[in-house]
DNA sequence: GATGAATGAGATTTCATTCAT
DNA sequence: AATGAATGAAATCTCATTCAT
């Protein structure tokens, strides 16, 4: 329901009205509760449409094949899709991390392990470590660093806009989703650091 | 007032309630409006504390005589010396960022003004681009990279010490602090990429 | 409409929900609205039912011949008979009765025209007192006090079988049902009392 | 709150509207959910406010030296100044009785266990027995004989009153707690029934 | 400064009833 | 006869805010 994610997205689940979502929604507000069984429902059925696409998709967006950098162009592009298909719910998730409930964390922690890719990642991690193609470090510091620097734009996007004047968001993310491999590859390098 | 800080930080501001936070605080109710004009008052003056803080704190951190690599360190270390001071400032700023108001990303991008911070580091990465010590790139990706690297692990902790399996994270912070320039560093540098 | 009368009986006239009625009688709740006009209908078409059946059988009760001790007897039992054959309906019938409407007491009152118990017994009373084989007294007064004997016990019995801790009540009720004649007949004989 | 014992008797626990109420009580709608947690809250006190006294009047009544008469006589006596006092709290006690909760119930079963009176009596009945002034029967079915002979038109007062045609409900009153001690000490004497 | 009571507007939820098929 | 969806009115409850003391 797209009324209520745009609700929940603008206001917050404490914030969204009912009646504004039913009245977005072109639909009577009872009709809200006879679909869903509370605001609540509505909410956790409204993300977790997301949530399950976003398991499916990047479930199957690895064979097993792929180089190191293969996967870290497919996570960055995959991250900036996602936000482009449903724009609204980078909100929704931001507020959800914000305060994250046990339940909500097992949600998307369920989604990253769907895929495979924190297991994947930090064992190709630890073994590029030991072929010393990459620097000694701490995988997890490595994992969580290539995370944030694709998550971190698309949550602080609004943000850094503005503080960096930057006024083609399109573009930016385009040149963005390499110069994230490519400053990450370079950073993890073995090497007279 | 913590009291209004953990409602705020807890249940966002729709969701804060008046009553429970001048329970929390162990006042009566019509105090806080003694106090406040209204709930949205009570809330730009508590976060209003903290960013000024902010404000002060970081405007005062550079002399301008510093190296890259001591505002790195600075910056890295900055960021977690503020979550430790005010642990529940994270919440309420990750939800004002979910859904960004025009008025608050101004204070916002008035405590990074204060401090100099981007036009300085954009400038210095411009010097050191052209210099030839930093691969030719977009000073403003860069900028960004290297905020996100640490910003991103403060605001998403929650999420990644659960799929990490981080369970001391005071360490592991002091591990990211160091981690995160030399990555950065590491990353940006000119060389045979 | 059994589901119906259970949920009158449960619930009350305003507690019992129509959603409830048609899921508990396995029929769409639109179905009720084909049958019946409105709850109100419903309401009274399932207890009209059980009132129609209680005039019927009290009026064919008595054919005039009994003597006064056979139509008290016939009468302590018949309350049991319906009400072990409707045991449901006790329950609506005490709500009634709780705040008794004019239409209902009318219903009510013609049960009881209808058997032309009340008539019959009075004069029978008001017979007995004359001829001094009962105790000058009000016959309605010696009315009341066979009927409430007998109802008395039928409309509070959970309250009396926890207060007295009564356990097997089909036992108990055979026994009450001499009681009651036997008490009343000798409550209301002539002697010297 | 009289406003609310009007409601629940008038229209019963689910009928009963707290709009009507606080209108009724020339109060704000709020103040009942400031003073009482809930509808259902503010049943409990409502009816827990008479039971108390109810409770309290029972148990202070007796000293333990009354004849058998003495006491039949005050209890007939007091159920109907209850009724009196609190002319809408037959309705709400009936109800209750007619779906019977077990919390209620134990409710009811206090006030006649703190009266001592239901252990007293049927002690009484026991000895009466033996000493073959009372002839052989259950007491217990003594005990809810009087009871009912009393609660029966205390509770169907307006009933009767239709079928008999009575108008007079006061003077009707005072003969009928007489009646009922009489009909009732004769009924279960002993002698050659 | 401090408090308990009060209030109006509005939020979620419910429900008898009807409609379209 | 049967159903799932729809609806408007209303019910319970909440909450920011104010008042009287």
């Given at each position: ?52 696409e976003a398991t499916d998709k990047l479930s ?134």
């Open positions: 329901m797209l009324s209520a994610m745009h609700d929940f997205a603008v206001h917050g689940y404490e914030g969204a009205r009912v009646d504004r979502i039913a009245e977005g929604a072109s639909i009577n507000k009872a009709m809200i509760y006879y679909h869903f069984r509370s605001k609540e429902e509505l909410y956790r059925e409204t993300i977790g449409e997301v949530y399950r199957s967006l690895f064979t097993g094949e792929e180089t190191l950098e293969e996967i870290l162009h497919a996570v960055a592009a995959y991250h900036h899709d996602l936000m482009r298909k449903y724009p609204e719910f980078r909100s929704v998730l931001m507020r959800e991390l914000a305060h994250p409930r046990r339940e909500i964390l097992s949600y998307i922690f369920g989604i990253f392990e769907a895929s495979g890719l924190p297991s994947r990642l930090l064992a190709r991690f630890g073994e590029e470590i030991k072929a010393g193609r990459v620097r000694k470090s701490d995988p997890r510091q490595l994992m969580i660093s290539f995370l944030t620097l694709n998550l971190g734009y698309v949550m602080l996007a609004p943000l850094f806009d503005l503080i960096m004047g930057i006024s083609d968001r399109e573009l930016f993310v385009e040149d963005r989703k390499k110069e994230v491999v490519k400053l990450f590859l370079n950073g993890i390098r073995s090497g007279r650091s």
